[in-house]
């Protein structure tokens, strides 16, 4: 490991994508991404209509290796130049994440190098700081990611406090479960919202679950529900226009959902920043609205660069480099590893384990 500055290598494999990715990173300043590469596998779950967790596990181990080596190449590198292989280690799907843990854990010990462990929301909600623009701490995250809506107050790397969470389903499973009941392919949410584009938002009136609750909690099974009745009344009578429009409706409803709470957020903390990161977070109406909401606030709002939403390895590089600079970094050298499928990113905050 180099005084001066630390080469991480990054590996997620939490659910249907392989990420692996290169990130330096000096003991100041934003760490650097030297390269990356990402295997997506839309195509072999499009035909299920979701992810089938085995066939993602034995893709991940067909694919760990040989994107490692596409990002040594990339990056005019080699396995010599490698500090430290970071993982994640939850939350995620049980046999993905053991892949990606075991070949960390593999390739760390045949290098003589540690391997450590990353919480994959933590990976998400501090890959704006790869974008052309660092978000400055503290700042509240909107994290949309998957199975998971969160509001969080980030004091800093590990210093997170949960503000409100979905108490159902997320917004991006209701993207996924409307686009399903409109018969679009998987994934659903980006299908549907190319759809939306189409529609007239105002022609249906859906809910939007806990919109005046009060706190900071999101629901969107309600709104999945609303979809689905009304699926039903236009029945095999339905068009192109009328599905169009429902989906439009259907994301505007989503939409309104998450910069309602996303601006009380600002405002019961009285942060200056947001930071929105995850798969929805690359929705493009949710991103102009939530630009507007943060104006009126006087906060400046923060993305990922648009290739970096999804999962992917630069994130978990970022997140282990993140951690080193500031002593946070847990890491081991013995070879041993576990992960947890269920994990709560407020029990990320210190070390990890």
Known sequence: ?????????????????????????APGGVPRLVAQALHSQVDLHESYGGVVPELASRDHIRRVLPLAQQVLRNGGGSWGDIDLI?????PGLAGALLVGAGVAAGLAAGLGR?????????GHLLSPFLGDE?????????????????LLDVEGVGRYRLLGESVDDAAGEAFDKAAKLLGLGYPGGPALSSLAQAGDAARYALPRPLLHSGDLDFSFSGLKTAVLTQVR??????????????????????????VAKAAAALASTGRRELVVAGGVGA????????????????AQVRFPP??????N???????????????LLANDSTGSFSVRPRWPLEEASAALP
């Open 313 to 327: 390895g630069a994130m978990i590089a970022l997140a282990a480099a993140m951690r080193w600079q500031r002593g």
């Open 134 to 150: 660092s978000p400055t701490f503290p700042f509240v995250a909107l994290l949309v990611s998957g199975g998971h809506t969160q």
């Open 114 to 122: 540690p391997a450590a462990p990353v919480h994959h929301l933590e």
């Open 86 to 90: 970071a993982y994640t280690a939850g």
């Open 283 to 298: 929705n493009r109406l949710l991103r102009d609205r939530l630009v507007q909401a943060g104006a009126r606030r006087g």
């Open 1 to 25: 490991m180099r005084e001066s500055f630390m080469n991480i290598l990054g590996i997620e494999t939490s659910c249907d994508e392989t990420g692996v990715a290169w990130v330096q990173a």
């Open 233 to 258: 009344r236009l029945g095999a009578q339905a068009t192109a226009q009328d599905r169009a429009d429902l989906a439009a409706a259907t994301q505007a409803a989503i939409v309104d959902v998450l």
């Open 306 to 311: 648009a290739a970096l939403c999804t999962d």
